[in-house]
């Protein structure tokens, strides 16, 4: 069992800049590959970005160029860098553990962004 906390979501202008972080409860993080998903009111759960245990990368294409994920392991953190805030961009965002064949991996609880003037 994997727990995550997420932190760092609020209220931000257009153009503004925000970084989420989500901490991981477990001995064996670099195993997992890690994620953020969001979801909109009326929205499905949408994939954001994810970085694998060896660090690769993968982005929406709406988020590409403004966002980045990175992971600390020595501190099972991983973090969203985002940057050049839309409104679209406003959802809560989900933190996601999985292990390559292991099941569907773990959720965290969510964080609220709003993005509004």
């Known amino acids: 069992q994997v727990q995550l906390v997420e932190s760092g979501g609020g209220l931000v202008q257009p153009g503004g800049s925000l970084r989420l972080s989500c901490a991981a409860s477990t001995s064996i993080f670099t195993v997992y590959d890690m994620g953020w998903y969001r979801q909109a009111p009326g929205k499905q759960r949408e994939l954001v970005a994810t970085i694998t245990a060896a660090s690769r990368t993968n982005y929406a294409d709406s988020v590409k160029g403004r966002f980045t994920i990175s992971r600390a392991n020595v501190k099972n953190m991983v973090y969203l860098q985002m940057s050049s805030l839309k409104p679209d961009d406003t959802a809560v965002y989900y933190c996601?553990?999985?292990?390559?064949?292991w099941g569907p991996g773990y959720w965290g609880q969510g964080t609220q962004v709003t993005v509004s003037s």
């Open positions: 996601h553990a999985e292990r390559a064949g």
